[in-house]
């Protein structure tokens, strides 16, 4: 083989083209100057962000939306600290990223050179791994290291800090032999799991045997490509579904078995069968503390099954009565492949069913209508979106209130529609994810479903929208507040409501989206919602914006209070009456 | 004061001997609130490789031993890692310490030194250097001997062990 030399700038983008990545995302800096002058020459499509925060956003949701790693590149220093957040989001919601960030040169770290920051040190805790690069020689195998390792096992986050002299043609130490097929050097990294199988007996004998099952589906289908795997272990088992926040489109909405969303405003059905329960099949779930309730209290008669791919959480919140670590995909196909030849009869569960179906009659999710000339329900506002848009349209949210809602208020009937920040709830959110989800899918439609609070923190990402041509559609439910933290002020704290008041009349975000060069719309009546809507849908060429506004006294219902165990779930006023 | 025995867990992590991985290792105990009683690291027989080994305190307040291993496990650089039971393994720990002795009390403290199997490393006009390759609960008892003397400087290693045969 006849040796290449090349720098370490080249060598970079190259190695990421060898892992295909056809997009990424950032913005060019000091320390990362040297790789920005190959991407001009690269098939890789760089859309060019107004804030780090965006590029790793825009990352995840491309990843989310299409299931392949989404990846980043910024300067050092500010540019890193920058990207931080979404670092941390990645991480806590398990999505491969792979994040390129400038350095210092080799002599100058540590010297407080300008822009220099510990970013390794600095993201040491927030990453499934980081490298900082000492030799030009080692980019090729540590680019395929990193695509590796953000995408096996656990999917995650991962950092490569490149210091300016390994990447700059004009600098000797950036000159590397180009290596096409570089041999990983991973001895403490093992993502495979050979699969008990005597878990899956035990566990399907409790499946079997027992009363009141119910599937608790995490995040982790999605991640396993598991949806269609799920999909016939609940039909051959005939066993009810809830779909957590990070998995809501793993199973569909509109199947007969699907019970929605658990959790502090999960609906009163999906939180109470998992509360009254006498079997949770947890399914890449990671009893997080916003599905449990208070844990000393929760599905307290339930046995456990607790399918990871990650062993530290299996038994971190509650001990599992099963436990079987490995790919939920290739777990659930084996749990099919047996209860097939079982051919066992079920047990009785009649009883169970309707117990089920009665607590879905008397505790719909429900809202009142707004009086004439009042702001918007925010409800109303989804229900129309959702049954004026195309049944496989992507919808990115933002955190509080607006979340909620269209979690609960959504069908998601695909996988991979449903794009959030549900581990950290990162204000600002939606809109950079639901650009990455439009890169990853020019032909679907994409929503992003932003608040007030949250559209503040990363709305000039509609200029990259605009100026790259990657048109979304913002719902705006425009409340006038931070409503989500107004409602703990309202339930928790007599109603004193302390700098949650944002603006009625600033900004004007009408003007704001026109001047970003997207349509703006304001809709204050609900006559207008349908058209408005409609009128969105028809706008390919570009972005737009619509400024609904709606009533900031609303509260997400139901609801379990902090710190307090699932039995104390609150419903709507119009329910309280309602036997439990 | 002599502490008590037994009370103890120890880690043996093989890691990538890499820059970097010590600090993996070491901030995920810290930003667990998990204080590190003694830590010893060096090269294994392959030099690719690092051995640490950790001795933690076994009252380990509200967080679970097995989640601790399993999240180190997890770090890339870790390779492999355990717990020794402390009844199934050979421990040892170095100290070197130097004590005040006036040439008057040599003797004794020569004695006692002998008795645990110590030597002596350096003689000054007022003070010894002494080292210890004991157990660590031996090298407790000898400490706090040593403290009637009058201890000036001491240096432990923590501890390190293998599993017995
Ligand atoms: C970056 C960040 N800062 C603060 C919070 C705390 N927080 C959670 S929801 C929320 C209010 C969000 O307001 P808005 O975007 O208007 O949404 P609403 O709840 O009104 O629908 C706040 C401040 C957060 N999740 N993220
Ligand atoms: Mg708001």
Same mark, same amino acid.
């Given at each position: 083989?006849?040796?290449?030399?090349?720098?370490?700038?080249?060598?970079?983008?190259?190695?990421?083209?060898?892992?295909?990545?056809?997009?990424?995302?950032?913005?060019?800096?000091?320390?990362?100057?040297?790789?920005?002058?190959?991407?001009?020459?690269?098939?890789?499509?760089?859309?060019?962000?107004?804030?780090?925060?965006?590029?790793?956003?825009?990352?995840?949701?491309?990843?989310?939306?299409?299931?392949?790693?989404?990846?980043?590149?910024?300067?050092?220093?500010?540019?890193?600290?920058?990207?931080?957040?979404?670092?941390?989001?990645?991480?806590?919601?398990?999505?491969?990223?792979?994040?390129?960030?400038?350095?210092?040169?080799?002599?100058?770290?540590?010297?407080?050179?300008?822009?220099?920051?510990?970013?390794?040190?600095?993201?040491?805790?927030?990453?499934?791994?980081?490298?900082?690069?000492?030799?030009?020689?080692?980019?090729?195998?540590?680019?395929?290291?990193?695509?590796?390792?953000?995408?096996?096992?656990?999917?995650?986050?991962?950092?490569?800090?490149?210091?300016?002299?390994?990447?700059?043609?004009?600098?000797?130490?950036?000159?590397?032999?180009?290596?096409?097929?570089?041999?990983?050097?991973?001895?403490?990294?093992?993502?495979?799991?050979?699969?008990?199988?005597?878990?899956?007996?035990?566990?399907?004998?409790?499946?079997?045997?027992?009363?009141?099952?119910?599937?608790?589906?995490?995040?982790?289908?999605?991640?396993?490509?598991?949806?269609?795997?799920?999909?016939?272990?609940?039909?051959?088992?005939?066993?009810?579904?809830?779909?957590?926040?990070?998995?809501?489109?793993?199973?569909?909405?509109?199947?007969?078995?699907?019970?929605?969303?658990?959790?502090?405003?999960?609906?009163?059905?999906?939180?109470?069968?998992?509360?009254?329960?006498?079997?949770?099949?947890?399914?890449?779930?990671?009893?997080?503390?916003?599905?449990?309730?208070?844990?000393?209290?929760?599905?307290?008669?339930?046995?456990?099954?607790?399918?990871?791919?990650?062993?530290?959480?299996?038994?971190?919140?509650?001990?599992?009565?099963?436990?079987?670590?490995?790919?939920?995909?290739?777990?659930?196909?084996?749990?099919?492949?047996?209860?097939?030849?079982?051919?066992?009869?079920?047990?009785?569960?009649?009883?169970?069913?309707?117990?089920?179906?009665?607590?879905?009659?008397?505790?719909?999710?429900?809202?009142?209508?707004?009086?004439?000339?009042?702001?918007?329900?925010?409800?109303?506002?989804?229900?129309?979106?959702?049954?004026?848009?195309?049944?496989?349209?992507?919808?990115?949210?933002?955190?509080?209130?607006?979340?909620?809602?269209?979690?609960?208020?959504?069908?998601?009937?695909?996988?991979?529609?449903?794009?959030?920040?549900?581990?950290?709830?990162?204000?600002?959110?939606?809109?950079?994810?639901?650009?990455?989800?439009?890169v990853g899918n020019p032909d679907r439609m994409v929503w992003a479903v932003d608040g007030d609070g949250c559209f503040q923190m990363t709305a000039q990402e509609l200029v990259t929208s605009t100026v790259e041509n990657i048109p979304i559609k913002v719902a705006l439910l425009n409340n006038s507040y931070l409503g989500m933290v107004r409602q703990w002020q309202d339930m928790f704290y007599e109603e004193r409501f302390s700098e949650v008041f944002l603006s009625d009349d600033v900004p004007n975000y009408k003007a704001w989206a026109e001047s970003m060069g997207c349509v703006g719309i304001r809709v204050d009546s609900p006559e207008e919602v349908p058209e408005a809507i409609a009128k969105a849908n028809e706008i390919e060429d570009r972005s737009v914006v619509i400024d609904?506004?709606?009533?900031?006294?609303?509260?997400?219902?139901?609801?379990?209070?902090?710190?307090?165990?699932?039995?104390?779930?609150?419903?709507?006023?119009?329910?309280?009456?309602?036997?439990? | 004061?002599?502490?008590?025995?037994?009370?103890?867990?120890?880690?043996?992590?093989?890691?990538?001997?890499?820059?970097?991985?010590?600090?993996?290792?070491?901030?995920?105990?810290?930003?667990?609130? #998990?204080? @590190?009683?003694? !830590?010893?690291? +060096?090269?294994?027989?392959?030099? %690719?490789?690092?051995?640490? /080994? =950790?001795?933690?305190?076994?009252?380990?307040?509200?967080?679970?031993?097995?989640?601790?291993?399993?999240?180190?496990?997890?770090?890339?650089?870790? #390779?492999? @890692?355990?717990? !020794?039971?402390? +009844?199934?393994?050979?421990?040892? %720990?170095?100290?070197?310490? /130097? =004590?005040?002795?006036?040439?008057?009390q040599r003797d004794e403290l020569v004695d006692h030194l002998d008795k645990v199997g110590g030597k002596v490393l350096n003689i000054g006009t007022e003070s010894m250097m002494l080292s210890l390759v004991e157990t660590s609960s031996v090298i407790d008892d000898f400490e706090s001997f040593l403290s009637g003397y009058g201890i000036v400087e001491l240096q432990r290693t923590g501890r390190v062990a293998l599993d017995s045969l």
């Amino acid at each position: 083989m006849t040796s290449e030399n090349i720098d370490g700038g080249k060598a970079l983008i190259r190695s990421l083209e060898k892992e295909g990545v056809e997009v990424m995302f950032g913005l060019p800096g000091g320390a990362i100057l040297p790789v920005y002058d190959p991407i001009i020459d690269s098939t890789i499509r760089h859309i060019l962000v107004r804030h780090e925060q965006g590029a790793g956003h825009m990352a995840q949701g491309y990843a989310q939306a299409t299931g392949k790693p989404g990846v980043a590149m910024v300067t050092s220093g500010p540019a890193a600290t920058n990207i931080v957040t979404p670092l941390c989001d990645a991480y806590l919601d398990s999505i491969p990223l792979v994040v390129i960030t400038g350095q210092v040169p080799l002599a100058a770290i540590g010297t407080d050179a300008f822009q220099e920051c510990d970013t390794t040190g600095i993201t040491m805790g927030v990453t499934k791994h980081n490298f900082l690069v000492k030799d030009a020689q080692d980019i090729p195998r540590i680019v395929k290291e990193a695509f590796h390792i953000a995408t096996t096992g656990r999917p995650g986050p991962v950092l490569i800090d490149l210091p300016k002299d390994i990447v700059d043609p004009n600098s000797p130490r950036s000159e590397l032999d180009w290596v096409d097929d570089p041999e990983m050097d991973l001895p403490g990294y093992k993502p495979e799991k050979d699969i008990d199988f005597s878990g899956i007996e035990k566990a399907v004998e409790l499946i079997q045997t027992s009363e009141r099952p119910v599937f608790y589906i995490g995040g982790g289908i999605l991640k396993a490509r598991a949806a269609e795997a799920l999909r016939e272990l609940v039909e051959i088992t005939g066993i009810h579904v809830v779909t957590t926040l990070m998995a809501r489109g793993a199973f569909p909405d509109s199947h007969e078995l699907c019970l929605g969303m658990p959790g502090m405003h999960g609906n009163y059905t999906a939180v109470t069968s998992m509360q009254k329960s006498d079997l949770l099949v947890a399914l890449g779930a990671r009893f997080d503390d916003r599905v449990t309730g208070k844990v000393d209290g929760f599905a307290p008669d339930a046995k456990i099954i607790h399918v990871d791919i990650d062993p530290a959480e299996i038994g971190k919140v509650r001990k599992p009565d099963v436990a079987i670590n490995g790919d939920c995909r290739l777990v659930i196909e084996a749990m099919v492949d047996l209860l097939r030849q079982q051919d066992a009869t079920q047990t009785d569960r009649s009883e169970w069913k309707s117990t089920i179906s009665g607590w879905q009659e008397r505790f719909p999710l429900t809202y009142e209508d707004s009086e004439p000339g009042s702001r918007l329900k925010p409800q109303y506002v989804l229900e129309q979106l959702r049954d004026l848009t195309p049944e496989d349209t992507i919808v990115a949210s933002g955190v509080g209130q607006h979340q909620m809602w269209t979690s609960q208020y959504w069908s998601f009937d695909h996988p991979y529609t449903w794009i959030n920040s549900g581990g950290l709830g990162t204000m600002g959110f939606s809109i950079p994810a639901a650009i990455g989800a439009k890169v990853g899918n020019p032909d679907r439609m994409v929503w992003a479903v932003d608040g007030d609070g949250c559209f503040q923190m990363t709305a000039q990402e509609l200029v990259t929208s605009t100026v790259e041509n990657i048109p979304i559609k913002v719902a705006l439910l425009n409340n006038s507040y931070l409503g989500m933290v107004r409602q703990w002020q309202d339930m928790f704290y007599e109603e004193r409501f302390s700098e949650v008041f944002l603006s009625d009349d600033v900004p004007n975000y009408k003007a704001w989206a026109e001047s970003m060069g997207c349509v703006g719309i304001r809709v204050d009546s609900p006559e207008e919602v349908p058209e408005a809507i409609a009128k969105a849908n028809e706008i390919e060429d570009r972005s737009v914006v619509i400024d609904f506004r709606t009533a900031p006294e609303e509260r997400v219902y139901p609801m379990v209070p902090a710190g307090k165990d699932n039995s104390s779930i609150v419903v709507p006023p119009s329910q309280e009456s309602q036997e439990r | 004061m002599k502490k008590t025995q037994g009370n103890y867990t120890i880690l043996v992590i093989t890691v990538e001997n890499k820059f970097g991985v010590l600090a993996r290792v070491s901030g995920l105990f810290s930003r667990r609130g #998990v204080n @590190i009683k003694s !830590l010893a690291v +060096a090269p294994t027989d392959k030099a %690719e490789f690092s051995r640490i /080994t =950790v001795d933690l305190d076994i009252e380990l307040e509200g967080v679970s031993l097995d989640q601790i291993i399993n999240q180190l496990d997890k770090l890339i650089n870790v #390779v492999e @890692i355990r717990a !020794l039971d402390p +009844a199934e393994s050979v421990e040892r %720990e170095l100290m070197i310490v /130097t =004590v005040e002795a006036e040439a008057s009390q040599r003797d004794e403290l020569v004695d006692h030194l002998d008795k645990v199997g110590g030597k002596v490393l350096n003689i000054g006009t007022e003070s010894m250097m002494l080292s210890l390759v004991e157990t660590s609960s031996v090298i407790d008892d000898f400490e706090s001997f040593l403290s009637g003397y009058g201890i000036v400087e001491l240096q432990r290693t923590g501890r390190v062990a293998l599993d017995s045969l």
